[in-house]
């Protein structure tokens, strides 16, 4: 890699997130004060100690979309995906990096007015290596991460176009995934639909 590009790479990754709103701020206290009440022992293993330490760490305000599912497969179809993506208010995604230079994703939750931790991925800067890369190639540093069914997706435009990434930088066409994203929901509804006899058969052999 020659040092232009190398160096293209790192402002991708400088501009890759939001800086801190007042409000985010706010979200950080409360999640401090939240998870300090924890036993001593609970502080010094992760997510805890984390939690603790979050004013510790340099956090970026990750572009996290919610995905309606429901709306979506009413009546599938690449542009419908776009209409079925919108700021959540109840869920903030934070981008962290802590003082020994690893890194994390926290998703955090509103629930009874109360912020908590949803959930935390380790060295996310490694699992999204491939997405600066991505990036510098279409001339962006905007994309949209989304989820289907807890399944990461990336969106952003190259030329005009959208492009969906998985997890992994695998690339989709919008007409492929589209696809993608209508068989998994009838896979879901499938797996559902079993559960739920399951439980009626369950129900039906206590009854007798």
Avoid at 73 to 99: F, H, M, N, T
Avoid at 107 to 121: G, L, P, R, Y
Avoid at 142 to 159: H, I, P, Q, S, V
Avoid at 186 to 201: A, D, F, G, W
């Amino acid at each position: 890699m020659d040092k232009n590009r190398n160096s293209d790479l790192n402002k991708v990754r400088e501009r890759i997130n939001l800086p801190l709103t007042e409000d985010v701020d706010q979200i950080l206290d409360a999640l401090v004060e939240r998870y300090s009440t924890v036993s001593r022992s609970m502080l010094q293993q992760e997510p805890d100690k984390t939690l603790v330490e979050l004013k510790k760490c340099h956090i970026e305000i990750c572009p996290y979309y919610e995905f309606d599912v429901q709306e979506f497969y009413s009546s599938p179809s690449p542009a419908k995906i776009l209409e079925c993506l919108s700021l959540p208010q109840d869920k903030v995604c934070l981008w962290g990096k802590r003082e020994d230079g690893t890194t994390f994703l926290l998703m955090t939750i509103k629930e009874n007015d109360v912020w908590k931790m949803e959930s935390m991925t380790e060295e996310w800067e490694n699992v999204v290596s491939w997405l600066p890369d991505k990036l510098l190639e279409a001339n962006t540093k905007e994309y949209k991460m989304f989820t289907l069914y807890a399944m990461n997706y990336f969106l952003f435009y190259r030329d005009g176009r959208p492009v969906y990434c998985d997890l992994t930088g695998k690339e989709y066409t919008p007409d492929k995934v589209c696809e993608e994203f209508v068989n998994e929901v009838n896979r879901m509804n499938l797996y559902q639909e079993k559960i739920k006899k399951m439980k009626s058969k369950i129900d039906i052999d206590l009854k007798l």
